[in-house]
């Protein structure tokens, strides 16, 4: 059955989602979607370990051969992005509680987990499949899911925000199909391995000059890359608890996966970087996003939309190891994809928690908070040390890698920006901790330590960031293994 | 519209119409143009029009929600279990050729016709459940 792994991949989340619909009964359908993800998790990590030990597993669904059929293609790169979203979305479903306030009509909580378990089916979708229209078709199935999760957020503006992320995630996904249309125009073939090698012949034309705009600015709305991240802040602050958690640490992942994908395999590290200079652009766009995202962290009032502005920041660092162009600077990329997914979610699944205790998500109502919640406060403080960049925790590991990736490269303004901004951090996780362990709490109203229920998820995510600050050859050693890869493969 | 006498004399037999018409695009997929997908839309069509000519009401009565929410599962899951079928009995998924012991051709016959049937079934059903949300408002 192991030579099966890369469609049960995807077909075990598909055929869970419609089962959900079913299945109907609240707890049934929270154990069952726990399971599949566990299960999902299972399948990827032993893909993860058979490309480690024996190469690039290739599967032909329906029996047809590549170019014509659509093909399975794993390799290091996606085999750890695919083990990153099968992690969250294993640990994240637990939450369950989470899941109880997320929809206005009761008993309608089985299609919160049947929307869940469509939008993990997309993102593993587009992460394993080497069709290049696979990653489109993948890409509507989770945005399309993902904008039905945001708005079971509570609120009117939960769906305020919903139709905004629709707008905007719908012109991303257009931009992107555009793209493939072109590129399909130019060679005749949507495989992914096919592209590398009729693309070269072609890559002059302004068709594919075209395409490859479209396709950037296409993956870099759903990455919400700097200018392009009006969506994001507030679908994340409306979204329930456990969806911020989830979209946060993998849905701008996978988009981030995508991008390195068009750009290092497909159209490959001399036409990007040497004849477009892509980096020209993507640079300034990752310092301002590192700037504005974290000046803007600092003036929220709502930690939810704290923290989704911070993400805006975070991505810029991903997309700055991106544009170095280099294996070092792609290395910090891709390991700060999984620090930042780590961490990310966990955060957010500190803001679920006490939420679900008290009720409101706005900073003044944390006063106090570290007594009263100590173990939830703790899991903030963690988190929050390791958005900053502090050693022992995962923050640090791949800021070093970034900065060590700038500095090769001679950028020192840069490498000086990327710590400047760190500092920028400092100020807004300490706000939190300022306000949760040195102002009294409100009087009245006792607060008691959100359920281990919740606790258990928050933690092993909490906790992975410090594991990962310490053992950093599974995350570096597969990130840079990945790295390689990504450059041996390019023309 | 309930009192347009001619509204209501000319859709009946043209939902027949409609209806037939989908069966044929449904099963004419499999070795010409058409398929589960026009097929799909073509149905919720039909069921669409008896809804905005004889009332929301008649067409609950007709095509249940609770059946068209089970329609849209059943459908995704017919598919994928064509899928899951051709990998248990050893191929790769969606592979039809394995659904016939004796002549991979007939396995790709009934793989495909099972396969549009499902995208049939979900697509009709989506179209009729947007069609109830929009016009029920509440529902």
């Known amino acids: 059955m192991t030579q099966h792994f890369p469609a049960i991949q995807v077909v075990l989340p598909l055929v869970s989602a419609p089962l959900c619909l079913l299945l109907r009964n609240v707890h049934l359908v929270h154990t069952f979607a726990v399971g599949v993800a566990w299960g999902c998790l299972f399948v990827s990590g032993s893909l993860l370990k058979e490309v480690l030990t024996s190469g690039v597993i290739k599967y032909e669904l329906g029996g047809w051969a590549a170019p014509w059929g659509i093909e399975y293609r794993v390799d290091i790169a996606n085999a750890y992005v695919l083990v990153i979203v099968s992690t969250i979305a294993a640990v994240v479903l637990p939450f369950g509680r989470g899941a109880r306030d997320v929809t206005r009509v009761r008993g309608q909580e089985y299609l919160f987990y049947s929307a869940f378990l469509l939008c993990l089916t997309g993102l593993l979708g587009i992460t394993i499949t080497g069709d290049a229209f696979n990653v489109f078709v993948f890409l509507e199935i989770s945005s399309l899911s993902a904008y039905t999760l945001v708005a079971m957020g509570q609120g009117r503006r939960a769906l305020i925000a919903a139709y905004a992320y629709l707008v905007l995630g719908t012109i991303g996904g257009t931009f992107l199909l555009i793209g493939i249309g072109f590129m399909y125009e130019m060679t005749g073939t949507l495989n992914m391995e096919d592209l590398t090698a009729r693309l070269p012949p072609v890559m002059g034309t302004r068709t594919i000059m075209v395409s490859f705009a479209f396709i950037v600015i296409g993956t870099s709305i759903k990455l919400a890359v700097f200018p392009l991240h009006q969506w994001l802040p507030n679908a994340y602050t409306y979204a329930p608890g456990m969806v911020s958690a989830f979209l946060s640490a993998t849905a701008t992942k996978v988009s981030y996966y995508v991008l390195v994908r068009v750009l290092f395999t497909l159209f490959g590290v001399a036409f990007v970087f040497d004849t477009l200079h892509l980096h020209y652009l993507l640079v300034p766009f990752s310092l301002a996003a590192m700037f504005v995202g974290s000046l803007a962290a600092i003036h929220q009032d709502d930690i939810k939309r704290l923290l989704a502005y911070s993400s805006v920041a975070q991505i810029g660092y991903m997309t700055l190891g991106l544009s170095t162009g280099t294996v070092a600077g792609l290395t910090g990329g891709l390991v700060h994809l999984f620090n930042h997914a780590l961490m990310k979610g966990g955060l957010f699944l500190v803001v679920a928690c006490v939420g679900f205790k008290v009720g409101c998500n706005r900073i003044d109502s944390y006063a106090g908070l570290g007594r009263r919640m100590p173990l939830t406060m703790a899991a903030f403080v963690v988190g929050g040390l390791s958005l900053i960049g502090v050693p022992a925790t995962v923050g640090f590991v791949s800021k070093w890698y970034l900065i060590a990736a700038v500095l090769e490269q001679g950028w020192y303004l840069v490498a000086f920006l990327v710590l400047l901004s760190s500092l920028l951090a400092v100020v807004y996780v300490w706000r939190i901790v300022e306000i949760a362990y040195l102002k009294p709490p409100p009087e009245g109203r006792e607060i008691q330590e959100a359920p281990l229920s919740m606790l258990l998820p928050t933690w092993a995510l909490i906790g992975a960031t410090i594991y990962f600050g310490f053992a950093t050859d599974l995350t570096v050693g597969v990130a840079r293994a990945a790295a390689e890869q990504l450059f041996g493969h390019g023309p | ?139």
């Open chain 2, 1 to 139: 519209m309930h009192e347009n006498a001619i509204l209501r004399v000319v859709s009946k037999p043209l939902i027949i119409l409609i209806l037939l018409f989908a069966l044929y695009v449904q099963f004419h997929g499999d070795f010409g143009p058409g398929g589960g997908f026009q097929a799909g839309v073509i149905f919720a069509a039909a069921i669409i029009l008896y809804g905005l000519i004889f009332g929301l009401e008649e067409c609950r009565k007709v095509v249940p929600a609770a059946l068209v929410e089970v329609g849209c599962a059943l459908g995704v899951l017919l598919y994928a279990g064509v899928g899951i079928v051709s990998l248990l009995l050893g191929a790769n998924y969606l592979d039809y050729g394995a659904l016939s012991a004796h002549d991979p051709s007939h396995g790709q016959h009934l793989g495909i016709l099972l396969v549009e049937a499902g995208v049939g079934i979900t697509v009709t059903s989506a179209m009729t459940m947007i069609f109830y949300m929009f016009a029920g408002r509440a529902g």
